[in-house]
């Protein structure tokens, strides 16, 4: 059963700090040197500065500079921990094309499980070099200071109680964030309340939408931190980690996708790819010119929507001009495809391209070959294919959410980059120190 606890949020104290969507940033991985720059320049408060934090000198250590950093925001009253224990709510709006969404979710302190013990539940395999660069960040300063974003299934009764502690009561906080996001934040400190959402959470497994990297991090923190000292298994705030819980049917949650480029291969492997494509999939064709991100969005959405179930995928191939829509062929001999490990992961493009296209061709394990880069914005892959970039493109349909659900549950691991889940969380909304109980 999940262990899911209140605990004893850091924030920021917005009179020292300034407006809150000035100060709040992305995850970790989502910051590329520009984002940085520009999150610097936003304010002197912005969370950047311990989240990934810009190197004040060549050869900086920046996890003792993140540190230092908490440690002075810390003692200038910029950030504050709550007296009280509770869990965080919070309702995000955010504009779409179709007008605006919203999104309500819990920031809990949920206790650390390894993953065979299926109380916690992966959906894709990690690389070391995140997890070292977290870790060496959680040992400089003790905190999380980026959620996970993790999903469950209601039993009944979590969203009812959530939308219950808010009903007219004015927010603790509101943040304003470029691209018209708002958030509100709401705490549940009572003792009944508390009682009630924990036991209603212990029924459902918690599936890591966004953030692996992050969790295997803190069970190695929390491993470091048991091997130096004597630990209350129970309460100590090292045996937890900071999760931003959503439901799966919340009307707010979006689930994109990453979009394949390849660039880098040889004439032979661009030929054996193309032939290996055109013998499992029937292929519909049309020109590529005059597609622009919007054009292209509504003819992936009209193409996904119509297929029914049968696999798909969409094929850039920019130097014949090319858009081809991949259906794969219903009489394929026994053999031609990888065997799946559950008949439901046939629904899975993702796993499809690679197992039957990508790695067959280019060799290697999925998410290791230099010649595949993961797009998930549509803009950003034509732009490419525009500068001579790429040599071909092959665009990716959603995962449906309730194949997802089926197949972590089942146990299964998905290709790298086989979910998108949207809008991410921010980072700097609340934090969780590591030190003390929960």
Known sequence: MADVRPFRGMRFNSDRSGALGDILCPPFDEINPERREDLLARSAHNVVRLESPKPDSDGADIYSQSAAQLKAWLAEGVLAQDGR??????????????????????????????????????????????????LAMMEACGA????????????????????????????????????????????????????????LLKSSPIYIADGHHRYETALAYRDNVRSRERVRLDTQASEFVLMCLVEFDDPGMQLHSFHRALSGLSPDKLSALQEQVYGLFTVESRPLGGMNPERMSAFLESTWSARKGKPALGLIEPEEGRLSVLSLRGNLAAGTIPHAPSSEMYQCEAWLLHSAVLDPVLGGSSGDQAQVDFIPELEVLLAQIERGDCQAAFLVPPLDMSVFESLVREGQRLPPK???????????????LLTGDV
């Open 85 to 134: 224990p509770a869990f965080y709510v919070m309702q995000e709006e955010y504009p779409t094309e179709a007008g605006p969404r919203q999104r309500v979710s819990v920031f809990a302190a949920v206790h650390l499980e390894e993953y065979e013990r299926a109380i916690v539940l992966p959906h894709e395999f990690t690389r070391r070099g995140p997890k070292e660069d977290r």
């Open 418 to 432: 086989t979910t998108y889940f949207l809008p991410k969380l921010p980072t700097g909304l609340v934090m969780n």
């Open 144 to 199: 999380n200071f980026s959620p996970i974003m993790a999903m469950y299934r209601d039993p009944g009764g979590v969203r009812t109680l959530l939308w219950e502690a808010i009903a007219n009561r004015d927010p603790s906080c509101t943040a304003e964030a470029p691209g018209n996001v708002n958030y509100k934040l709401w705490l549940i400190d009572d003792d009944d309340d508390v009682g009630r959402l924990r036991g």
